[in-house]
């Protein structure tokens, strides 16, 4: 399948993505309800999750891409392989995360993953990143307590943003005694990972869990 071309850089904040997305039928998306869930947000071509899907068949996977045309390829490439454990769904994260996991089957989002998204280098843009304090709190309410949160990004100053605003939430806790992982604890790396070791530039990963707070 050729690849699509679209525009790399989509500001969510712009007019046109400010509709929230209708949550589907998860019982018409997935052929068993009862799996756990790994939600990958920002998964651009969808590559990490197809691979994810096809090895680990007892999970169920949900790629959230905000760039239409990638999510229509990733579905097709889903339904060549006819893989029931995932499904591929166009948003904007910063006002459909929440409608979509209250939507989601309870108790059942056990992974999330976060990877290279989008740096917004300058100031005044940086608003437009995706990881915002009100991300990290929707995942709080609905990740179960064990669940895990894996960031990375090859951009220093946003894996501490990501880090930070992780870890100022009391739901999570930073997993590791050093700064940054060296390794993925995950079986697939991302196109985006891959190319950034091929050209002997650095990750910066870090995995949080999901704790009782108390409440």
Request: glycine share 4%.
């Amino acid at each position: 399948m050729a690849l699509v071309r679209v525009r790399q850089h989509v500001n969510p904040l712009s007019r046109k993505y400010q509709t929230p997305t209708n949550p589907p039928d998860w019982s018409q998306i997935y052929a068993d309800l009862g799996q756990p869930i790994h939600l990958d947000i920002g998964c651009a071509r969808g590559r990490f999750v197809l691979s994810m899907a096809q090895i680990q068949p007892d999970w169920n996977f949900l790629g959230l891409e905000i760039r239409e045309p990638l999510v229509d390829e990733a579905n097709q490439c889903r339904d060549q392989l006819a893989l029931a454990n995932l499904h591929y769904l166009f948003c904007n994260v910063n006002n459909s995360l929440r409608p979509l996991l209250s939507s989601l089957p309870p108790g059942k989002l056990q992974r999330v993953t976060i990877q290279f998204p989008d740096p917004w280098f300058k100031k005044r843009h940086q608003k437009r990143r995706m990881v915002q304090p009100e991300t990290v709190a929707d995942l709080a309410n609905y990740l179960v307590i064990g669940g895990e949160v894996f960031i990375q990004s090859d951009v220093q100053a946003v894996a501490v943003e990501m880090r930070d605003r992780f870890s100022a939430h009391p739901a999570f806790q930073k997993q590791g005694t050093t700064e940054w992982l060296t390794q993925n604890p995950l079986p697939v790396p991302t196109e985006r990972e891959i190319a950034t070791f091929n050209k002997g530039e650095p990750v910066y990963r870090v995995l949080f869990q999901k704790i009782a707070t108390g409440d």
